[in-house]
């Protein structure tokens, strides 16, 4: 071999040994999988709904949010034993503009997998996943709440077959606040005329 030769593949070689160690040292990092850094369309599943709705909850993102909804949803929770409810407008309204645009930040984590047919349903197309629910939610004036409970999302499918909350019940955690509690204080009050 020629001189330029060698040269040319000691100055290669030199060139590589370093880029190769740095490769190594420094692996590409990915982040783990998880359900609330992701956002499904289609939602062809319940489970994908309910991690939308985690995910637009964390990002307070209203469009996606509302779109685990359809006009028939309904909200119920249980307050001094008497059961209360609101429909997809108020839920609207508790989040947009009041909620989502008032806060610092949302924190929720969900657990369990659980997924079953609902009884009212007698052809078992409508499914009950509960959830137990950590809720954190921070204002500017660093004021914090705190919500613990279990939901459970009953799901159904639209026309279209995309899955959707029908129905949320909320079930604090005994002498907790429930997901209720915390959205009640951004409920406003309706308007008189």
């Known amino acids: 071999m020629s001189i330029c030769m060698n040269i040319a ?8 040994i370093p880029i190769l160690v740095l490769i190594a040292c420094n692996p590409t990092e990915t982040e783990p999988y998880s359900p609330s850094s992701l956002y499904h369309d289609p939602v062809d599943s319940a489970f994908k709904v309910i991690e939308n709705l985690e995910y637009s909850y964390v990002s307070r993102d209203i469009g996606h949010y509302l779109n685990c909804f359809r006009s028939d949803f309904a909200f119920y929770y249980i307050s001094n034993g008497d059961t209360l409810n609101w429909d997809f407008d108020t839920e609207m309204n ?35 996943l509960p959830r137990e ?15 613990l409970g279990t939901a459970h999302f009953i799901c159904r499918q639209d026309s279209m077959g995309e899955w959707y909350v029908w129905q949320w019940w909320d079930y604090p955690d005994p002498g907790k606040d429930g997901w209720s509690d915390i959205k009640l204080l951004f409920m406003t009050p309706p308007s008189t005329h």
């Open 9 to 16: 593949i000691s100055i290669y070689l030199h060139m590589m």
């Open 94 to 128: 508790i989040h947009y503009p009041s909620m989502f645009w008032n806060v610092n930040m949302i924190e929720l984590t969900f657990s369990g997998a659980e997924e079953y047919p609902w009884s009212g349903d007698t052809t078992g197309s409508t499914l009950v």
């Open 133 to 147: 629910y950590d809720l954190k939610v921070s204002l500017p004036d660093s004021v914090e709440y705190r919500a």
